[in-house]
């Protein structure tokens, strides 16, 4: 069974660093790109930052270009975000997705592997 457990949330002081962990189980994890989505209270989900199979191809949205860093270690079949300078508009459930292939996209919608999601809480 082909599952994504992510970890490392919690409740940070704007400005502070978090970093977020997406274990990957089931599959070969080292084909596939993988990406990170956040879903802030009452909106929908939005595209933070995707890696390529390989992690030599990274890209983010704008509001983390600069804070933000995801990176992946095939060997442990994990992919990371670093989360620097975090704002309270940063909040929201972090969820790692799978879109089946060797890249990223930044349609939400055509991720069809979720994880179960890990809470960010930015204090102001």
């Known amino acids: 069974q082909v599952q994504l457990v992510e970890s490392g949330g919690g409740l940070v002081q704007a400005g502070g660093s978090l970093r977020l962990s997406c274990a990957a189980s089931?599959?070969?994890?080292?084909?596939?790109?993988m990406a990170w989505i956040r879903q802030a209270p009452g909106k929908e989900r939005e595209f933070v930052a995707g890696i390529t199979w390989s992690g030599g191809s990274t890209h983010y949205a704008e509001s983390v270009k600069g804070r933000f860093t995801i990176s992946r270690d095939n060997a442990e079949n994990t992919v990371y975000l670093q989360m620097n300078s975090l704002k309270p508009e940063d909040m929201g459930v972090y969820y790692c997705?799978?879109?089946?292939?060797?890249?990223?996209?930044?349609?939400?919608?055509?991720?069809?592997?979720w994880g179960q999601g890990t809470q960010v809480t930015v204090s102001s």
């Open positions: 997705a799978d879109a089946g292939t060797g890249w990223y996209t930044e349609n939400v919608s055509q991720y069809y592997l």
């Open positions: 089931g599959r070969v994890f080292s084909s596939y790109g």
